[in-house]
């Protein structure tokens, strides 16, 4: 049997008979035009119609405490965004083709918050193209065709982005030229030797690649290995891989399109590990909303990719995208979004850490930032996962209308990853619903 690509608590539509009137008709009218590709979270939806800060609502005016959506990064419907947005949608909106001051001055403010070695970036609108696109510069580059990635990773939706994407499932074929590392796991393997063991499996998979007759072009790593279970710490544990990728002459692409834009506590995750990126890339949370992503990265690479090959994006780094974009930094400067990441989240693991105490179940409390990971065992002597018990948890706060996920190799660690605005006034209701959830969940005494 093939391994379909799992999602955690997804709606069953043979169950809606459940719902609200109003809800199963939208639902019945969702299926026929938008049908399989599109999955629904919970086994009772969530029928949203607006938001604010970190609160969503639903058509019943009822409020939910956002604490698993990174986009909306300076929270949802955020002014600032929308007076930039809405100012410029009014003025221009081109290309790049032309000669504007804004994108311009987004590059230069982006490029100042990276290391000096990476000059130059090359705007998008997905995660999954800027993906794609780095991929495609590392091949060019190198002149090579293999890439190393990790084993339960995802870096999105195009061919190229898929096939590095092992998360999909066994129905989305991972190409030849493409290698799979076990990516690090500290509750299960000793942290004071898991960069050395990390950096050895690198140099498998190299040594993989060139049996099956590809030299390495690339490594590509998410910096906080989120759909690898959010492998959180130590810090510093990827550098030694790194180092392992350059002395192949490959690159190293840290995909920051959750760890970015201050996630971990600082600009971005790669950071923690003290690494020296070839080529990074960003998304999601980069415009709020708004589609923009971009692949930052060294100027020789960009230099000769941009000489040989001909890439235009249409609306990549357009005028209104890149208000957005500067808003977005504006907001994480100027609310200090970066140290609210780190005491708020630190503040929120040592709640849910108290709240799980004594629990057998719960085998780990991580995090960096506020970027929180709980790891469910069916037996903390084993660790056998509890896929089970993280998807009633994420229930049970769906309940209490705190929305959070879960996710990782075995779907068995809880997923808390809300806007970067959540302040400590917000923490009492996410820990409280934690608490219950927890409870409600403990089947043995
Ligand atoms: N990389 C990572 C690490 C991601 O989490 C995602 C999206 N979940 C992507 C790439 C792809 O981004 P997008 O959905 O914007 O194409």
């Given at each position: 049997m093939t391994r379909q690509m799992h999602m955690v608590n997804s709606f069953d539509?043979?169950?809606?008979?459940?719902?609200a009137p109003e809800d199963r008709a939208l639902l019945e009218r969702r299926q026929r035009v938008l049908g399989a590709p599109y999955r629904l979270f919970y086994r009772e939806p969530v029928h949203l119609v607006r938001s604010e800060g970190v609160l969503l609502y639903d058509r019943n005016g009822l409020d939910y405490l956002?604490?698993?959506?990174?986009?909306?990064?300076?929270?949802?419907?955020?002014p600032r965004v929308q007076e930039r947005v809405a100012q410029q949608l009014s003025v221009l909106n081109t290309h790049t083709r032309y000669l504007t001051d804004d994108v311009v001055d987004y590059a230069e403010r982006l490029l100042a918050?990276?290391?000096?070695?990476?000059?130059q970036v090359v705007f998008a609108c997905t995660g999954s193209e800027a993906v794609d696109l780095a991929l495609r510069i590392a091949g060019h580059t190198t002149g090579r065709t293999g890439i190393i990635a990790t084993a339960h990773a995802y870096h999105g939706t195009t061919q190229a982005a898929a096939a590095v994407s092992?998360?999909?499932?066994?129905?989305n074929p991972i190409p030849d030229n493409v290698v799979l590392v076990e990516a690090p796991d500290t509750l299960r393997h000793d942290p004071a030797t898991t960069a050395r063991e990390f950096a050895a499996r690198i140099t498998r998979g190299i040594d993989e690649l060139r049996r099956r007759g590809h030299q390495p072009a690339a490594a590509i790593v998410d910096s906080i290995l989120s759909s690898d279970?959010?492998?959180?710490?130590?810090?510093?544990?990827l550098g030694p891989a790194a180092e392992v990728v350059r002395d192949a002459g490959a690159l190293w692409i840290a995909d920051?399109?959750?760890?970015?834009?201050?996630?971990?506590?600082?600009?971005?995750?790669f950071e923690r590990h003290a690494l020296r990126p070839d080529l990074v890339v960003l998304g999601k949370p980069m415009g709020n909303g708004i589609p923009i992503s971009a692949v930052v990265g060294r100027a020789d690479l960009m230099e000769a990719f941009g000489r040989d090959v001909r890439y235009f994006n249409t609306?990549?780094?357009n005028p209104v995208s890149i208000a957005a974009a500067s808003a977005v930094l504006d907001e994480i400067t100027g609310l200090d979004l970066l140290h609210n990441a780190t005491t708020t989240g630190a503040e929120a693991a040592l709640g849910m850490s108290g709240a799980a105490a004594?629990?057998?179940?719960?085998?780990d409390v991580r995090h960096a930032g506020l970027f929180i990971a709980v790891e469910l065992v069916r037996?903390?002597?084993?660790?056998?996962?509890d896929a089970a018990r993280a998807a009633a948890i994420v229930d049970a706060m769906r309940q209490r209308r705190v929305l959070i996920s879960a996710s990782g190799r075995y779907d068995n660690v809880l997923k808390v990853r809300p806007?970067?605005?959540?302040s400590s006034n917000e923490l009492p209701r996410l820990l409280e619903a934690f608490d219950e959830s927890v409870r409600v969940t403990r089947t043995s005494p």
């Open positions: 539509p043979t169950a809606s008979e459940s719902l956002d604490a698993y959506n990174n986009v909306p990064v300076v929270g949802h419907s955020n918050l990276f290391p000096p070695h990476l000059e092992p998360s999909l499932g066994t129905n279970g959010l492998q959180t710490d130590p810090p510093g544990m920051e399109v959750q760890s970015g834009f201050g996630r971990t506590g600082g600009w971005w995750g609306f990549g780094g004594g629990d057998p179940g719960i085998a037996d903390p002597e084993t660790l056998a996962p806007p970067l605005t959540l």
